[in-house]
């Protein structure tokens, strides 16, 4: 009786071990994100995803092991929609709230740090001011429908201002640009990429019409977000191991280097 009760539990540990391993371990991988220059967007001469997240995303997987079977640009709230169904594996870039927390893992490592900031029309320098919150009570402003802003500001703007939203970056700042809305919340360096390089945003001179107030409205750390449905803890722990020891390496450095135009 003792050596089955033996054997019995011997089994189960090693059942255990065995699935514990196959679970951190899998073969290939569904990503989806959101067109969001220069962290990610669709390289058109070369008809695949780009940026400095994606590439950093990339090159973790393929130290990994792991095959990026596709990678797909979504509007920003369908991209968080299918990852929190299944519908794919992970999607990036994402900071973190109480939602997504529900439905995703989240990497321990972020893939880029970034700063928030407040755009007007550069016409409006002096007339638009922005010193504190309340400076913008009955304003127009201007969101991506989704997003994840600076909680202070987006608490205090909800109940004060009068919002308008959108699905994509470029009609967020061609709406500012045409007089639709006063003040813009954004990311300066996905804002003025896409003010130079969209044939829209081109032709409202959107480059030399933007300006923005120096004082943050906050700094975001941007993860890739796995799906629970899907993925499960161990691999995203593999991920978060694998993408902290990539940051060392002069690989990492290059593709920093790469995007420094942007940035």
């Known amino acids: 009786m003792n050596k089955i009760n033996f054997r019995l539990i011997f089994s189960?540990?090693?059942?255990f071990l065995i699935a514990h391993t196959v679970i951190g371990q899998r073969a290939s991988i569904i990503l989806g994100t959101e067109d969001w220059p220069p962290f990610s967007y669709k390289e058109k001469a070369k008809q695949h995803i780009a940026g400095l997240s994606t590439d950093v995303i990339n090159e973790t997987f393929k130290r990994m092991g792991v095959t990026v079977t596709r990678n797909k640009i979504f509007p920003w709230v369908r991209a968080q929609k299918n990852v929190y169904e299944g519908l794919v594996d992970a999607v990036y870039t994402?900071?973190?709230?109480d939602i997504r927390k529900k439905y995703c893992y989240f990497s321990s490592e972020p893939i880029i740090t970034t700063t928030w900031f407040l755009f007007i029309q550069k016409s409006k320098k002096g007339v638009l001011v922005f010193e504190k919150l309340s400076d913008l009570k009955k304003k127009k402003v201007g969101l991506i429908r989704g997003y994840n802003y600076p909680p202070e500001f987006k608490n205090y703007i909800m109940e004060n201002s009068v919002i308008q939203t959108v699905s994509k970056e470029i009609q967020n700042i061609a709406k500012l640009i045409v007089g639709r809305y006063e003040y813009m919340p954004a990311v300066a360096e996905t804002t003025f990429y896409l003010a130079k390089n969209s044939p829209m945003l081109k032709k409202l001179d959107a480059y030399n019409n933007l300006y923005y107030f120096p004082t943050p409205l906050g700094t975001a750390d941007f993860y890739l977000?796995?799906?629970?449905?899907?993925?499960?803890?161990?691999?995203v722990d593999r991920f978060s191991k694998a993408l902290i020891e990539f940051k060392k390496t002069d690989k990492y450095q290059k593709i920093l280097k790469k995007y420094a135009t942007f940035l």
């Open 12 to 15: 189960g540990v090693l059942i």
């Open 225 to 235: 977000i796995f799906s629970k449905k899907t993925v499960k803890k161990a691999f």
């Open 94 to 97: 994402a900071s973190i709230n």
